[in-house]
């Protein structure tokens, strides 16, 4: 392409493609995330490649320590999340200029009190307002993609919750949104997905015999979706398949809130969970393991909290666990992101409410 330029002829989509693969390759060798994010701000279109979802898994084979930028906290009367940097990102020059070159705060939506944050999956936020849905991406600064309304709304039934997953094709930048209803009075549940690649919605099947969540909030990892069900169980949607099953818990829990499941940063299925009593409690961790069509949780580490956190604190949730981190809440509002892999803190916060976190792409 170089040479392109100095003959005065105008790239090819081929030159130009190679020269985009030739930038991605570069990136992989950079040895650290601090230095991938301040390579990335060197131009809009490194940026873009540093944040695209295939760069990022190649990348996160190689280096498995991905920087906390912070949080995004629901307002407490609705309208748009804000965004809590994590102390680290204040002190680190790299980070907090490519903060800045984001678009963290959301300025680019019109500020509407009823904005609400539904869910997130990796970079992405999946917003509402009104009847509206709006994937953004504050990191690459794109525009944020409006969901048409179906025509005959997928949404009837008593609505549960809607997930943000990445997509069905190849297209790295594809998204899915999977929203789920329940049918009370038939004891029946069925999910409609929408598919960046088509720009459609598709409705399943209603499944018989299946009861409510005792809790609505949705936990997922890679293709599957989880609700906690039953004290000792869980309902289960595999969208591969679209496929609603039961699958028990590895632990009888002394509340529903003490456990929340998510990935590890290999992309694994866990489980994270609070186990013990209030004077002896340990975080523990288990992996989902497949087996053709069964999936049994089995034990990867439990540690005392005292030594997690390097002192005495008193938790009382596990609300969200993604890429290997997660938020644990304890008194006065207090947050703790933990890093799963080191067993440790990676980050402290004070919100008035629960967040979501956020990492380098």
């Known amino acids: ?129 009104d009847e509206s849905r709006a994937v953004y991406n504050p990191v690459s600064g794109h525009e944020p993609l409006w969901l048409p309304l179906p025509q005959n709304s997928p949404l009837e039934g008593t609505f549960i919750s809607e997930c943000l997953l990445q997509g069905h094709c190849d297209n790295e930048a594809s998204f899915r949104v999977v929203s789920v209803q329940h049918r009370g009075c038939d004891q029946m549940v069925r999910a409609a997905e929408y598919d960046s690649c088509t720009r459609q919605w598709r409705r ?61 940063v290999d992309g694994v299925c866990c489980l994270v969970g609070l186990v013990g009593s209030l004077k002896n409690l340990h975080l523990q961790v288990w992996l989902l393991k497949e087996d053709g069509v069964t999936k049994t949780w089995e034990p990867e580490k439990k540690v005392p909290v005292s030594q997690v956190l390097g002192r005495d604190a008193q938790l009382h949730q596990v609300h969200v666990v993604t890429n290997g981190v997660a938020l644990l809440a304890g008194d006065r509002c207090h947050q703790f992101a933990i890093n799963l892999k080191k067993m440790c803190i990676d980050a402290e916060f004070e919100c008035s409410t629960l967040g979501y976190p956020l990492q380098m792409p």
């Open 1 to 129: 392409m170089a040479a392109q330029l100095i003959n005065g002829d105008p790239p090819t989509a081929t030159s130009l493609a190679d020269d985009l693969h030739a930038v991605a390759e570069i990136l992989l060798r950079l040895p650290s995330p601090a230095a991938l994010v301040r390579a990335a701000l060197a131009s809009r279109r490194w940026r873009q490649i540093a944040s695209s979802p295939g760069f990022l898994r190649r990348y996160r084979s190689r280096h498995t320590s991905s920087p906390l930028l912070g949080l995004y906290v629901p307002r407490s009367h609705a309208g748009l999340p804000s965004f809590q940097l994590a102390d680290s990102v204040r002190s680190d020059r790299a980070l907090a200029k490519f903060v800045r070159a984001g678009d963290f705060n959301l300025t680019v939506l019109e500020s509407h009190p009823e904005w609400r944050l539904l869910d997130c999956h990796n970079s992405r936020r999946l917003l509402s307002r």
């Open 204 to 264: 399943h099947q209603w499944v018989k015999n299946i009861n409510r969540p005792q809790h609505d909030q949705a936990m997922h990892a890679g293709r599957l979706i989880f609700w906690r069900y039953e004290d000792t169980s869980l309902l289960l949607l595999d969208t591969a398949t679209v496929e609603f099953s039961i699958l028990g818990l590895p632990f009888t829990f002394f509340q529903p809130s003490m456990y929340a499941i998510g990935d590890t």
